[in-house]
């Protein structure tokens, strides 16, 4: 598996990775404590400060972590590493390390104390901006505080749950950039 | 332009065709006007009843007929109407009709005065579950009520905006319902 080599991306750009519904891989540490979970319940909610939005179910795990620290890191993986994103998100951190586990590379983060997974080819610091919504609807509001991307990557093949066991994997890149009015861009 | 034909979709199963993320076109109705936009910023927020959550800006046009009517319906499009999703985006409601200008047909819906655009593939009728996040976020809190899926199109390719004017195209289609533990499915 790739480790990719990243660079910092700008905030208020983030939409370009996370608008278009991939699964994520969302990390977490609390006193000691590392954990991923796969999710694909999400959405921007704004674009600066960059915003974003998750829901995340309280039998989880991670949610006692990301709840408690109020922290998280969202990580983008591509199809490589399919079998990891299935694999994490059938076991529960209460009983392995999936880091080792999964053969996944844990590396500090800047501005947070969750990690970054190596292998995914961007990763999004988030400090929590919003907890009143989290009680009704489950809905963390994230404030992404810091961005990495992979320069190497340029059309990232993410993975989009279709539910039922499948995968949607990204497709081919239709610039259409000359068609739009340029405040819609 | 394919008009599809469709049969009645599970509201419990509507995530197998919004949480990939494909941009969608929202269809309203108010006092006799009706208008479409398109729309990227959206997440599947429950199961059953079929929560689902969307951004709209109040500058949009469609804002008042939404805010207004409390309906909506998502419309799915998928590759062969890009050009009309750049359209629609392009363009404003208050100055055309849209469904004549770029050729998209309108047929009624079935529990909601929204209607629903023949060429995408899935049109889900929806209605308003929550105004409470409106006014801070701009978010909308939609139970879906009615879904219609074309019976035909089995992997849809649906476009997922990665700003800038791109657009991905959902590619393959990975199966691997074999890993999933039952209840992840």
Chains 1, 2 share one sequence.
């Not at 998100?89 to 999964?102: H, T, W």
Request: charged share 20%.
């Amino acid at each position: 598996m790739t480790a990719f080599r990243k660079s910092d991306f700008p905030l208020s750009e983030v939409r370009q990775h996370l608008e278009t519904g991939p699964i994520v891989l969302v990390t977490s540490a609390w006193q000691g404590e590392t954990n991923i979970m796969t999710m694909g319940w999400h959405m921007m909610m704004q674009f600066s400060p960059a915003l974003f939005g998750c829901y995340i179910w309280s039998a989880n795990h991670s949610y006692e972590l990301i709840h408690n620290s109020q922290q998280c890191v969202i990580n983008v993986p591509t199809v490589e590493l399919v079998d990891q994103v299935v694999a994490v998100g059938n076991s529960s951190g209460g009983a392995i390390d999936k880091f080792a586990q999964f053969d996944l590379t844990a590396a500090p983060a800047e501005q947070v104390k969750a990690p970054l997974i190596k292998e995914c080819y961007a990763n999004f610091e988030c400090k929590l901006f919003d907890s009143n919504l989290i009680r009704e609807y489950g809905l963390f509001v994230w404030e992404v505080v810091k961005a990495h991307v992979a320069t190497s990557v340029k059309n990232p093949k993410t993975l989009h749950y279709r539910g039922q066991g499948k995968f949607m994997v990204a497709g081919e890149t239709l610039d259409l950039r000359d068609q739009f009015r340029p405040q819609n861009l």
